[in-house]
């Protein structure tokens, strides 16, 4: 189970950290990852966080998203800074086995419900 919180409405500019329950995923099995939907649209990539630790993001987070972890809590965030309204959009928390065929993320199929960030210009 993945339970996501910290979502709310802020100006733009504004910051927010979102936070996602993960008991039994923060370990060297599983890769993380937030993805979002805004209104409409498809759900998008925003970041990733493998098993070893490394971080990647969508360009448009880049420099403002921050992704992490912590074990001892079992949670990962997403800290958002500079937010504009682009941002505004449905952000969800996900894990994906660790292919230990290729060492590579296997498909993100385990998703949480959800959080809803509004960015108001």
């Known amino acids: 189970q993945l339970l996501e919180s910290g979502g709310g409405s802020v100006p733009a500019g504004g910051s927010l950290r979102l936070s996602c329950a993960a008991p039994g995923y923060i370990d060297s099995e599983y890769c993380l990852a937030w993805y979002r939907q805004p209104e409409g649209k498809e759900r998008e990539w925003v970041s990733t966080l493998t098993f070893t630790d490394k971080t990647s993001y969508a360009d448009f987070a880049k420099g403002r998203f921050t992704i992490s972890k912590d074990n001892a809590k079992k949670t990962l965030s997403l800290q958002m800074n500079s937010l504009n309204s682009g941002d505004t959009a449905l952000y969800y928390c996900?894990?994906?086995?660790?292919?230990?065929?290729?060492?590579?993320?296997?498909?993100?199929?385990?998703w949480g419900q959800g959080t809803q960030v509004t960015v108001s210009s």
């Open positions: 996900a894990a994906a086995p660790r292919d230990w065929v290729t060492g590579r993320c296997s498909t993100f199929d385990i």
